[in-house]
């Protein structure tokens, strides 16, 4: 039997699992292809790092350290949908609930201070945050919208906001004093162990990274965000969006950079309230209320406050008195401010530039919006796209080219603002990286506060991306950009490299360009409104960005991507699509038994799996499951299968009901006579008994439904409310 990893996940993604991955096991079968799943959940990953504090029958196996050595295996062959990538509010809400259940984790530490304290922290360190990505991303990436999915855009283009002529929405960042501005690069000559210390005015030198191997030829940044600068300018945005009469909304990445960014809006919070916790900060302290975890977080626990009340009212009274802050959810009152993790920049952004650049206020209504995204590194990109739009108006799904990706991903390259290698700092100081001979190669002289991060990109996968960048525009006979910045430490010593090792490969005939990523993203937005295409060859951060901005405009979502992971070492990872909106999909389940997902990006992925794994195996079955899959996947967009937004329409259940039907038909009339005679009883099948399943999955919807949980569901519970079509179930359990 040919083997497909499919993993278990979070939220809406986990949900559609159990409707779909039924009738993909029924149907793959019959051509000797047989389905694994492995549990990167975020409860799956707590539970793995405690097996000494559970039970027997409680443990879990450690799936992705699993996965992570697999995919180092040339025959791997993972699905991997989209998994939570914790925040701290998020990290804590899992471990209460698990606690809940019965599950003897321990509790988050706030300030670590015993040798217990420490290994527990060191311990969740390796799950929050995008820890999964690193581990399976073993290649770079290769996304692009599919032809079906770009052709139903342009056939039926999805609603794009008007962008008013004197629209006061703008973009801003720093100027100085930020990660782009500090930043210093450095090529290592030869593998080497290097360890990053701070030393403070009294010449006390401090290990903050004891032992940080690098290879040869690897490039290692290093750089700081001025806390004193980052508080002046957020003061500068309050007061401008206020005079401005416009949202104030601020745009990080509180889960990829999950040590970084937090921390920044927690500068952000302060900065919004900064006369509230002039006053009140002490006792918020001494309560353990950070700014960090937003306001949402200090609401929840001023109750423990004895004058918790008065303090609610400053915050209610410098919400009222200062700038409409952009709403995350209306109805409920929830600010951009309340949740770090809610407000995620490459969903965010791209939504508010399709919207005509507006987003909610506390009424409800769209305004025009001062978009703070501190750090000016990529924060050009999203200036350069409202000017775009603020200069030539909204743009028009149905005649716009497309902005596939390739990006610079492999072996953690460029996780910036994330795991071990990102420090606020403590006190006054120098922050260098010394090499294992004692030299300095990196230093910057910092203040208490400042946030200093490091990241690492190795050689290999830089070579490997720049063959995957020469090889799509050869195969799609399509202009490739490399969005580096020769005035930017990092990107300099990037533009070299791409510079060797452009000539090991054949580009004659092909249009390669370098340039800076705002003049990147003019370039892309002048083509894609004459209908042109244009692939982003980005780092590992732009990946993230683009491959949500551009889908978002041109298909309306980044959950329909064909996203692509070729891994170096030979196999293949295949990812499903962003997972923004999962959580409000949840909701809407347990509250009316109603689950919006699509799992058209499920689609995608598992018919790229089955090709890679004909390739790669020779089971010619495989890869007539994969062309009669994608054959439905027309169909089905050309009939509009996907889930509605409203009660008594089709939700993802039904989306999969006709997924398979459309399949089987497909496998009825394919070539392969076997699985055609197979299929062909459960194509008419499934026909015949249409109306019937529909009527049986549209008469659960209304009602709650009981999953017992969110980040750790209960797998019976889920299954029953994910399969309510008695018929559907049988003929494909039968099958």
């Known amino acids: ?179 782009f501005s500090n930043e210093k690069s450095w090529v290592a000559p030869a593998a080497d162990t290097l360890r990053i210390e701070l030393v403070d005015a009294s010449g006390k030198v401090t290990v903050l990274k004891e032992s940080l191997p690098v290879l040869e ?31 104030f909304s601020a745009h990080l990445k509180a889960t990829m950079m999950k040590v970084s960014d937090p921390i920044i809006f927690g500068h952000v919070v302060r900065a919004f309230f900064g006369d509230v916790f002039a006053v009140y900060g002490d006792d918020l302290a001494a309560a353990g209320l950070s700014a960090n975890d937003g306001l949402g977080a200090i609401y929840a626990g001023l109750d423990q406050l004895a004058n918790g009340a008065e303090i609610r009212a400053a915050f209610d009274k ?44 506390a009424e409800g209504k769209e305004q025009d919006t001062l978009a703070v995204i501190p ?42 603002g ?49 063959k995957l960048a020469v090889t799509r525009a050869r195969l799609s006979n399509t202009p490739a950009v490399f969005w580096l910045d020769e005035n930017r430490a990092h990107d300099a010593n990037l533009v070299a490299k791409v510079n060797a090792y452009l000539p090991e490969h054949d580009t004659e005939g092909l249009d390669i360009r370098i340039l800076a990523p705002a003049e990147a993203t003019r370039l892309s937005f002048e083509r894609i409104r004459q209908g042109l295409d244009t692939i982003s060859v980005t780092g590992n951060v732009l990946r993230d960005y683009n491959t949500d901005l551009f889908p978002i405009l041109e298909v309306g979502t980044s959950a329909k991507m064909l996203s692509i992971v070729p891994l170096m070492a030979g196999g293949g990872l295949f990812e499903t699509g962003a997972g923004g909106s999962a959580p409000k999909h949840v909701q809407q389940l347990v509250e009316e038994n109603y689950l919006r997902w699509d799992s058209l990006g499920e689609f995608f992925a598992l018919a790229a799996s089955f090709e890679h794994l004909a390739q790669t195996t020779g089971n010619a079955k495989a890869q007539v499951l994969a062309t009669t899959l994608d054959k439905a996947t027309a169909t089905f967009l050309e009939q509009d299968r996907s889930p509605g937004r409203k009660l008594g329409t089709i939700d993802n259940r039904g989306s999969h009901f006709y997924l398979g039907l459309y399949w089987a038909q497909e496998l009825a009339a394919s070539d392969d006579a076997e699985l055609a005679a197979a299929f062909g009883p459960l194509a008419e099948k499934l026909a015949a008994n249409e109306q019937t399943i529909v009527d049986e999955l549209l008469a659960v919807q209304g009602s709650p439904a009981d999953i017992d949980g969110y980040y750790r569901s209960d797998a019976a519970k889920t299954a029953a409310v994910m399969r309510p079509s008695a018929t559907l179930n049988e003929a494909i359990d039968q099958f």
């Open 1 to 179: 039997m040919s083997k497909i990893i499919y993993t278990h996940t979070d939220e809406a993604p986990l949900l559609a699992t159990y409707s779909f991955l039924p009738i993909i096991e029924a149907y793959a079968g019959k051509a000797g292809v047989e389905f694994e799943t492995r549990d990167i959940s975020l409860a799956g990953r707590i539970l793995a790092q405690f097996p000494e504090r559970l039970t027997e029958e409680q443990r879990v196996g450690d799936a992705l350290t699993e996965l992570g050595e697999l995919a180092n295996d040339p025959s791997a062959n993972i699905i991997k949908l989209p998994n939570i990538s914790a925040s701290i509010p998020q990290l804590k809400a899992a471990i209460a609930e698990l606690q809940a259940k019965g599950y003897d984790v321990p509790n988050l530490p706030e300030a670590p201070s015993t040798d217990e304290e420490r290994d527990f922290s060191a311990r969740y360190d390796k799950v929050k945050g995008s820890a999964v990505n690193p581990v399976l991303r073993q290649g770079n990436s290769d996304r692009r919208a599919p032809g079906a999915v770009k052709a139903y855009a342009k056939a039926h283009p999805h609603r794009m906001g008007d962008w008013a002529a004197d629209s006061k929405t703008r973009v801003a960042h720093m100027s100085g004093g930020d990660f």
């Open 318 to 361: 410098a919400l009222a008195e200062g700038p409409a802050v952009a709403m995350v959810n209306s109805d409920k009152g929830i600010t951009n401010l309340h949740v770090p993790s809610d407000v995620i920049i490459d969903a965010s952004m791209p939504a508010m530039i399709r919207g005509g650049g507006k987003m909610w206020n």
């Open 217 to 247: 030829g690897e490039v290692i940044d290093g750089t700081f965000m001025s806390a004193k600068a980052l508080d002046a300018f957020l003061a500068e945005q309050v007061a401008a969006a206020k005079a401005d009469g416009v949202l």
């Open 418 to 466: 994330s795991h071990d290698k990102t420090f606020e700092i403590p006190v006054d100081g120098t922050v260098r990286i010394v090499t294992s001979a004692g030299e300095t190669v990196i230093e910057h002289a910092v203040e208490a506060g400042d946030i200093w991060r490091a990241c690492q990109t190795k050689d290999a996968p830089i070579r490997d991306w720049v």
């Open 375 to 416: 750090d000016s590194s990529y924060a050009r990109v999203y200036d350069a796209a409202v000017e775009d739009c603020k200069a030539n108006g909204k743009l028009d799904p149905a005649t716009m080219g497309t902005v596939p990706n390739v990006g610079l991903m492999a072996q953690k390259a460029e996780e910036y």
